[in-house]
């Protein structure tokens, strides 16, 4: 069975330093892996996406995450953190085949705070 | 354009009563997807439909829970005989074509489903 594990379910940075919010997968099968971002009182947004390819993802808003499947990880990062980016960030993980393909299994979610 | 609306964006209920929650999907998106998000937990899938059929229901977790898409439009969730732990945020997502593509999953706001 799939999941998704998000370590540190609330991270606090200072406005202009880097952001680092861990997830590392557990798939049986090749995964897609997405960072979605949820800010108060709005529906989840889709950050970055990772189906094939280079495993260096380029997403909105600066952000970036790397497939690892060495580490079964998919870190999501920015380099100078803005006041705007504090929401809460959800990683998720659904199957290339098989019968739950295109269902996404999301982690816990970990909630962002940026201090000025 | 118009995005993932659902309504209501609240729902107080009583215990043992029956609900509706509506989802109107992106024009011409023909997968829908949707997802029960708990307090302090990731949204968890409960049901995919590709047009006006359910293709996967597995997440739905006990048959007080039905969903209906008649026209392949519109969707709703319904739940009979609510009980407090059904409290939650109902989220609804659709992207443009079925699961077996890499299509952006788009969400919706939520209903905040609370049962008294």
């Known amino acids: 069975a799939q999941s998704v594990t998000q370590l540190g379910s609330h991270v606090s940075v200072s406005e202009g330093a880097l952001v680092l919010l861990r997830c590392n997968y557990s798939s049986s099968v090749p995964p897609y892996l997405f960072w979605y971002v949820q800010y108060p009182n709005q529906g989840l947004q889709l950050l970055l996406k990772?189906?094939?390819?280079?495993?260096l993802v380029k997403g909105i808003n600066g952000f970036e995450a790397e497939f690892k499947k060495s580490e079964t990880s998919f870190h999501l990062t920015k380099p100078s953190a803005h006041m705007s980016d504090a929401a809460e960030y959800f990683c998720a993980v659904s199957d290339i085949y098989g019968g739950s393909q295109g269902n996404l299994i999301f982690g816990k979610g970990t909630k962002l705070s940026v201090k000025p | 354009g118009a995005g993932v609306s659902q309504t209501p964006s609240n729902k107080v209920t009583e215990k043992g009563k029956y609900v509706e929650l509506r989802c109107d999907p992106i024009s011409g998106h023909t997968a829908l997807y949707w997802y029960r998000q708990s307090l302090g937990q990731g949204p968890e899938f409960l049901i995919y439909f590709q047009g006006t059929g359910a293709a996967d229901d597995s997440g739905l977790p006990n048959d007080r829970f039905f969903a209906v898409r008649p026209e392949g439009s519109v969707s709703t969730l319904k739940i009979q005989r609510t009980e407090r732990g059904d409290s939650a945020v109902y989220l609804c997502?659709?992207?443009?074509?079925?699961?077996?593509?890499?299509?952006?999953?788009?969400f919706g706001p939520g209903t905040r489903l609370t049962v008294l």
């Open positions: 990772y189906t094939t390819g280079a495993t």
């Open positions: 997502a659709s992207s443009l074509y079925n699961r077996d593509s890499t299509d952006t999953q788009y």
